[in-house]
């Protein structure tokens, strides 16, 4: 009978190694993800990910957001900080606790507080967004048609080269001296 005893003792003690053990690691694998809430400003949906989303919804970081015409919205990040979406802005958003990273395809924002700079890449156009500050897409698109309509002549020069490469070849005998003054005799002729 003390056997039996030691077998149920032993068997508990394990059993509640194992369940510490797995409550344990469970707390320690979760990471604090950071999630900010989405405020519609108007009637209509936003798209979050490319699902309708109304106020309320929980916005997570690495989602793409995408307001309609004549709807805003304002994003709480937490300590992050708050950002002020336009009408018509297609933005994706990537954020930690203290940092605020923007990828701005159409549209407008304002950094309405913050606890660092927002980084707002408008395209490919790389801006600091202080708080009370307002970047939109459409005036980096106009910075970037203007350096684009400059940059022809490197193209032009490509052009340039393989064509006169392209006019000395061909008007070059076709003299081609591959082994010396041998005489190849074809079976064909």
């Known amino acids: ?10 068997l508990s003690t394990c ?12 707390a320690l694998a979760s990471d604090a993800k950071a999630t900010g809430e989405l405020i519609v ?6 798209t979050v990910n490319g699902e309708a989303a109304k106020s309320g919804r929980t916005i997570f970081t690495s989602s793409i957001i995408s307001t309609p015409a004549e709807t805003g919205a ?3 990040l937490g300590k992050a900080g708050s950002i002020e979406l336009a009408p018509n802005t297609s933005m994706s958003l990537s954020f930690d606790s203290n940092t605020v990273n923007v ?51 490197p193209f032009a020069l490509i052009f340039g080269g393989a064509t ?4 000395w070849a061909v008007t070059r005998n ?11 005799v074809s079976p064909n002729r």
Do not use: F
């Open 1 to 10: 009978m003390n056997s039996k005893l030691w077998i149920k003792k032993a």
């Open 15 to 26: 059993s509640m190694v194992a369940i510490l053990a797995t409550y344990s690691m469970v």
């Open 41 to 46: 400003n108007g009637n209509e949906v936003v």
């Open 74 to 76: 304002t994003l709480n």
């Open 103 to 153: 990828v701005l395809s159409s549209g407008a924002i304002t950094n309405l507080r913050s606890a660092q700079a927002v980084t707002v890449d408008a395209g490919g156009k790389v801006s600091a967004v202080n708080a009370g500050d307002t970047v939109s897409a459409t005036a980096a698109k106009d910075d970037d048609n203007n350096k684009k309509k400059a940059a022809w002549w």
């Open 164 to 167: 006169a490469a392209i006019i």
């Open 174 to 184: 076709n003299g081609a001296d591959l082994g010396g003054g041998t005489t190849v």
